[in-house]
């Protein structure tokens, strides 16, 4: 991927959990130390389609942020900012809907799942969907085409909006000369699914999850609480069904994993005991970039300075972009 510039947005929806960081955070992160030019921003505009409460917006804005400053994003590295701190992104917005057939955001799966929704619970097909859950896929497509990104890591799900975004910079492109960059989506491989308290898939929605930076005795009551069968210590026990075991996994170091999975194999190992393993592996895993982690949504404005930092890179990005957008159109160029 040398030269290649990558871009990936996360959603603005407060602390992540543990379940995010294995899944999501963690790879991106390892992935991102071995980028060239890369940027990783916050969608808070993209939030506010569905967010209604403002103190939780910003406060979800920060926590996302202090969050992967906390895992090891090195702003340094990697161009880190607010997509509201960046007006040229709105434009493009607009310069892209005047090439947007609409019968494309009609297509898109996110307003169609909102559609049937409603259609099912026998509302008015568009009862609750507003213009900007509408159009959500043209403001995406602006995040990626204002960077000139040539590479958008992203989960299965996010697939028809990369292909929404590279048809719209074609449309641009193909309707006046070629001034953006046709992005690619780098889909993720399915990651392994990780357990929440109760064994379903670990989701916020089912409030069967670990927030990641929580007062280490809370998390401690967490893991405690995640659901067993009633096997004895005794007992042999089935590692790769069990959601202590997953867990461990993932952060303990292998020498101790293959303790633990030989002991529950073998038997005489406690639920109670395995959990206390568990917590342990997690602490140590998590107890630097928690003290980060309060260090930052302690300050603020370092918060906002970081940000401010990443915004300043990008934003000679996007008006570079937007630049020849607007002349490519006939409008007047910026510089
Ligand atoms: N839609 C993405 C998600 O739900 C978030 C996002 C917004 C994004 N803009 C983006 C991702 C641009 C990649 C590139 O996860």
Redesign the pocket.
Same mark, same amino acid.
């Given at each position: 991927m040398a030269g290649k510039t990558v /871009?990936? !947005? +996360? =959603?603005a929806t407060g602390m992540p959990h543990l379940g995010n960081y294995i899944g999501a955070i963690r790879p991106a992160l390892q992935k991102a130390a071995h980028e060239g030019k890369s940027f990783l921003?916050i @969608?808070d505009y993209?939030a506010l389609n569905s967010v209604r409460d403002a103190a939780a917006l910003t406060r979800d804005t920060y926590e996302v942020a202090a969050c992967w400053l906390a895992l090891g994003l090195d702003p340094a590295q990697t161009v880190f900012y607010r =997509?509201s701190d960046i007006p040229e992104i709105f434009e493009l917005t607009v310069a892209l809907m005047a090439v947007t057939p609409k019968g494309l955001m009609d297509r898109s799966h996110a307003y169609k799942a909102a559609k049937d929704k409603n259609e099912a619970e026998g509302r008015d097909v568009d009862a609750n969907v507003n213009m900007g859950l509408y159009t959500?896929p043209i /403001?995406?497509a602006a *995040? %990626?085409l204002a960077m000139r @990104?040539h590479i +958008?890591? +992203? !989960?299965h *799900?996010?697939t028809q909006? %990369?292909e929404f @975004?590279r048809d719209i910079a074609g449309y641009l492109n193909n309707t006046f000369k070629p001034v953006l960059v046709q992005p690619e989506g780098l889909i993720q491989p399915q990651s392994a699914t990780v357990q929440g308290l109760d064994g379903r898939k670990m989701s916020k929605s089912y409030g069967n999850h670990i927030p990641l930076f929580i007062d280490a005795k809370a998390r401690q009551k967490l893991i405690m609480k995640i659901v067993t069968d009633s096997k004895l210590p005794a007992d042999p026990k089935d590692p790769d069904t069990s959601t202590i075991f997953q867990l461990y996994s993932y952060f303990a170091p292998d020498a101790d994993v293959a303790l633990m999975r030989e002991a529950f194999l073998k038997g005489g190992m406690g639920y109670g005991d395995a959990k206390k393993l568990l917590a342990a592996a997690v602490e140590e895993a998590l107890a630097e970039p928690s003290h980060l982690y309060n260090e930052y949504m302690s300050d603020l404005p370092k918060l906002d300075a970081i940000l401010a930092e990443g915004a300043e890179k990008a934003r000679a990005v996007a008006r570079a972009t937007l630049s020849d957008v607007r002349q490519a159109v006939g409008l007047k160029p910026l510089k």
């Open positions: /871009l990936t !947005g +996360v =959603q921003f @969608a993209h =997509q959500y /403001l995406m *995040d %990626i @990104a +958008v890591p +992203v !989960g *799900d996010q909006h %990369i @975004a």
